[in-house]
């Protein structure tokens, strides 16, 4: 069993910036590919950002590009993502999400491909 917990969240003006961090514990010896996704109240959840397990590589959806960057611990399963210039559209409760089973070379857009999730933490984006 792995654990996921995000921590980062909160109230922030249009502008602002914010830094989520997530920490994946409980599987030893091993490193994840690792995602955020977000879901505001009444729509779908929407992919943010993957990172492959050693950092390599990243990816990002569209409506974050150029203003969000993963990022991953060296050693451990921990990654932050750091969103400057938010917008109100950016309100909704941030995801992390971890690739434990499923390939490292799969779809990292669809929530399905991620096999433990953290409890969520509530970003809001104020005009």
């Known amino acids: 069993q792995v654990q996921v917990v995000e921590s980062g969240g909160g109230l922030v003006q249009a502008g602002g910036s914010l830094r989520l961090s997530c920490a994946a514990s409980g599987r030893p010896g091993g490193r994840f590919p690792m995602g955020w996704f977000r879901q505001a109240p009444g729509q779908e959840r929407e992919f943010v950002a993957h990172?492959?397990?050693?950092?390599?590589?990243?990816y990002y959806g569209d409506s974050v590009k150029g203003r969000f960057t993963i990022s991953r611990d060296s050693v451990e399963n921990t990654v932050f993502l750091q969103m400057n210039n938010l917008k109100p559209e950016d309100t909704a409760v941030y995801y992390c999400?971890?690739?434990?089973?499923?390939?490292?070379?799969?779809?990292?857009?669809?929530?399905?491909?991620?096999?433990?999730w953290g409890q969520g933490t509530q970003v809001t984006v104020s005009s």
């Open positions: 990172i492959s397990w050693n950092g390599g590589t990243t």
């Open positions: 999400a971890v690739v434990v089973y499923g390939p490292s070379n799969g779809d990292y857009t669809r929530s399905n491909l991620y096999d433990y």
